[in-house]
């Protein structure tokens, strides 16, 4: 009886969805930035990049994404008994890793940090060890055609052309599922958080400033900020791959998951980033300035401050504070100084709101992954909170007796009756995030929070009353 023949499997794009080249890089830039990027000397040099890399970042192997279909062969021809061999253009460190994870065959084929085993390199390294159609081989890119042409069986992942084409030249075909798909990606951008942006409107809110002339610049604003946004997105979620694997619901994420590639959600950073930064300079020198700080807060913030305590939730104040600005930029207005003040605070309290939300559903007592927080310190970010929501409260206060705001608001006493629903807000919401019942985005869901919206419904109709503003639009 013949012996059964090896089922070797190709591992970036094949066995995982996702490519270990991808995944170092980026787990080095948040681990260690200089020694990643000094790594780059060596494009020239897949192999030793490779190696490079592997060595800066060594990869949770085990977290990386497999492919359902392949991982199930895989997994069913080992129980056989058959040998299941890993062959990649990975380094050889990390595809050792990876077939140990999965108790495959400790024979292993891969880059060593000098030969690239990729293409023909592979075939004739498996043709080598194995004989003329001596195995099974699966893949999924070009690349891979110069391997099935020497395997008995081709098993082609997602790649129905190549499958087509070697069927035709007679070769035993078998076609997997897998790829990816453009809507994953663009879930990658989150969408749902563009809402956030409208804070640049609050400027012209609360200047009375309700003509096209200053509404116009300030909507494109909010679309170069929404693209920058969803740039800064994809760089934190690229950073963020082994924390989010670890997390209960941030493990879906498309490129977390596999369900969008790496590649290409670095090529959709250039993109968005391009936009963003073309309208804005569009706009005007200004408005230019608060993007690129913007931009460089964030990325800032996804590369180190996120993972400092405290910090981070004072950069996402920040960052939500720079969207007024912005606004004010955009729609050249002159923001005033009791709004600024009087939003940090507001922001400083939702950043502990949200992670106070993290970590009363956290499913254990250990620290948030990528984060500085534990469940000893929900009674401290509580209080931050409380504090934040008081300071914004008495900052409002302050506001409704200055002369700025006896002058925008005549009926200032309308004001003092506008702070109990916006108090009831911020305290509702304290609440919500310290019982875990809001979502892991405090903008987002009170986007979504039906009494929330209208707390802040009749917040702004009071400052709109106050303001003589109802007179001006209905009469009166």
Not at 29 to 45: F, K
Not at 239 to 254: F, G, I, S, V
Request: charged share 15%; glycine share 8%.
């Amino acid at each position: 009886m013949a012996a059964v023949k090896p089922l070797v499997l190709d591992v970036d794009g094949t066995f995982l969805q996702t490519d270990m080249l991808f995944e170092a890089f980026w787990a080095g830039l948040g681990r260690a930035p200089r020694a990643t990027l000094a790594c780059l000397r060596h494009l020239r040099h897949p192999a030793r990049l490779k190696a490079a890399l592997a060595a800066v970042a060594p990869l949770r192997t085990d977290l990386l994404p497999v492919n359902p279909s392949v991982a199930e062969l895989a997994l069913t021809s080992h129980r056989e008994g058959r040998e299941v061999v890993l062959a990649s253009a990975a380094d050889h460190s990390q595809v050792r890793q990876l077939a140990a994870d999965y108790g495959f065959s400790d024979r292993v084929f891969a880059s060593d940090g000098a030969v690239n085993l990729k293409g023909s390199a592979k075939a004739d390294a498996l043709v080598r060890a194995f004989g003329e159609q001596g195995f099974d081989y699966a893949g999924n890119a070009a690349a891979d055609l110069a391997v099935w042409e020497h395997a008995e069986n081709t098993l082609v992942v997602g790649f129905p052309r190549a499958a087509q084409a070697l069927a035709g030249r007679g070769h035993n075909v078998v076609a997997l599922e897998g790829g990816w798909s453009v809507r994953a990606l663009l879930r990658a951008l989150r969408p749902h958080q563009w809402v956030k942006n409208g804070l640049l409107l609050l400027p012209m809110i609360a200047a009375h400033r309700f003509d096209l002339v200053t509404l116009v610049p300030i909507l494109w604003g909010i679309i170069a900020f929404s693209a920058a946004a969803s740039s800064i997105y994809i760089v934190n979620d690229l950073l963020d791959l082994e924390a989010d694997r670890l997390h209960p619901t941030k493990r879906h994420r498309p490129f977390a998951s596999g369900a969008a590639p790496i590649g290409a959600g670095m090529l959709a950073f250039v993109l968005l980033a391009a936009l963003a930064l073309g309208i804005a300079a569009a706009i005007g020198p200004g408005f230019l300035g608060v993007v690129v700080l913007y931009m460089a807060t964030s990325l800032a913030y996804s590369l180190r401050l996120k993972r400092m305590r405290w910090v981070d939730i004072a950069t996402l104040a920040t960052l939500y504070t720079i969207r007024v600005v912005a606004g004010a930029a955009a729609g050249a207005l002159d923001v005033s100084v009791y709004m600024l003040i009087f939003i940090f605070p507001v922001f400083l309290a939702l950043g502990c709101v949200k992670r106070l939300t993290e970590l009363t559903l956290a499913p254990s007592e250990a620290r948030l992954p990528g984060r500085g927080y534990g469940r000893a310190d929900r009674g401290d970010l509580l209080n931050v909170a409380g504090l934040g929501a008081f300071a914004a409260l008495l900052i409002f206060f302050l506001y409704s007796i200055s002369d700025q705001g006896r002058t925008l608001y005549p009926d200032s006493w309308l004001l003092w009756l506008a702070m109990l629903p916006m108090g009831w807000w911020l305290v509702r919401m304290v609440m919500l995030g310290w019982y875990g019942k809001q979502d892991y985005d405090p903008m987002v869901f009170a986007l979504r929070d039906k009494l929330g919206l209208g707390l802040l419904m009749i917040t702004l109709s009071l400052m709109f009353w106050a303001a003589g503003q109802w007179a001006v639009w209905f009469g009166g």
